[in-house]
């Protein structure tokens, strides 16, 4: 299935994948080795990303197969700390400290993810690299603090941490990378 062409764009209204191809997306993504998450963390996933659908200000590009199939996805929106009111985000900027402030105003990146079918071709890298080149102020994301091909590909591309925020789903504190 890996040999059909695969077509990466930003989503426009109306184009965006639906919360259940996101869910299936990110569990396919995820379920497996090294990150081994559950179904429930993947419908939490989604959940999220159907809350933020209604954000003007939402950012996605989307990777599909000829027939339709999501083959890849990543999406985010801008981050303001003065929208923020959670218990998530006050962790966020306790543990950061005064790296907080780098964060204000940068594309907040929520989800990365490639289907494992289609792995191994640059297809993450097109995906990051289109999504913050929506943003002249920057990116940032919290990842897993270890060797993963997603760490990986965030080094490679010049991505920098600037501390530990929240603790992600392997219950450590995860890792905040800011672009450029």
């Known amino acids: 299935m890996a040999d059909r062409e695969i077509r990466v764009s930003r989503c426009g209204p109306g184009q965006v994948p639906s919360a259940a191809e996101v869910e299936s997306l990110y569990y396919a993504a995820t379920c497996d080795r090294p990150l081994r998450e559950s179904r429930a963390a993947a419908a939490g996933y989604a959940r999220q990303y159907a809350a933020l659908l209604r954000r003007p200000d939402l950012e996605a590009v989307a990777a599909r197969v ?86 990986a590909l965030y080094q490679r591309e010049g991505w920098e941490p600037i501390g530990h925020g929240p603790d992600t789903c392997d219950a450590r504190p995860g890792l905040v990378l800011t672009y450029p």
């Open 66 to 151: 000829g027939g339709g199939q999501l083959a890849g996805f990543a999406y985010g929106h801008g981050w303001r700390w003065a929208e923020q009111a959670d218990d998530w985000a006050a962790q966020l900027q306790e543990r950061l400290g005064g790296a907080a402030g780098l964060l204000d105003g940068r594309l907040a990146v929520y989800l990365l993810a490639v289907h494992p079918w289609y792995r191994r071709a640059g297809l993450g890298r097109q995906l990051l690299q289109t999504l913050v080149s929506a943003t002249k102020t920057g990116a940032w994301l919290i990842t897993r603090d270890e060797p993963t091909p997603a760490m």
